[in-house]
């Protein structure tokens, strides 16, 4: 690829020019196939408009679920933080929360599985993080798994 000059100065010398799939021509390919499907099939869109139904749908779960403390929702990646007590903000489970300290959590993850739903759950925090093509029925269908869920840090609220 390069005359023998230019070689030889890298015999001694590192040649830093990344990695293995750093913009490796097979990769950029499939990126950009990616990126077309986003645009054809309106993933994007989508993603805005259900993301604009999750929150709709989670404050009215607010309504419901004392335990919910906030929501924080961006497109289709959310978080429902659980709290104690929602004056002092209080988490169900603290920061870095030792095994002790994840009674309440652990026990909401442990349902959300069993009803069939593999989300994130981390320290006070379920994570929301559906696909791009969700549809509403399958959102609420979701919604309805975290709120049967919630009843049980629900009874941990003051």
Not at 62 to 75: A, E, L
Request: aromatic share 10%; hydrophobic share 45%; with cysteine.
């Amino acid at each position: 690829m390069v005359s023998d000059k230019i070689a030889a100065r890298f015999d001694e010398q590192v040649l830093w020019l990344g990695l293995t799939y750093s913009a490796h021509p097979v990769s950029c390919a499939a990126a950009l196939e990616v990126l077309k499907i986003y645009e054809d099939e309106n993933m994007i869109v989508n993603a805005a408009e259900m993301g604009k139904y999750i929150d709709r749908r989670v404050k009215e779960m607010q309504g419901v679920h004392p335990s919910i403390g906030d929501f924080r929702n961006t497109g289709l990646l959310g978080c429902i933080e659980l709290v104690k007590n929602r004056e002092t903000k209080e988490p169900m489970a603290p920061y870095n929360a030792e095994a002790k300290d994840m009674i309440v959590m652990n026990e909401v993850a442990t349902c959300l599985r069993k009803l069939g739903m593999y989300t994130f759950v981390r320290w006070n925090y379920v994570f929301i993080a559906p696909p791009l093509c969700i549809t509403t029925e399958q959102i609420d269908e979701g919604l309805s798994i975290i709120a049967e869920a919630l009843k049980i840090a629900d009874d941990y609220f003051y």
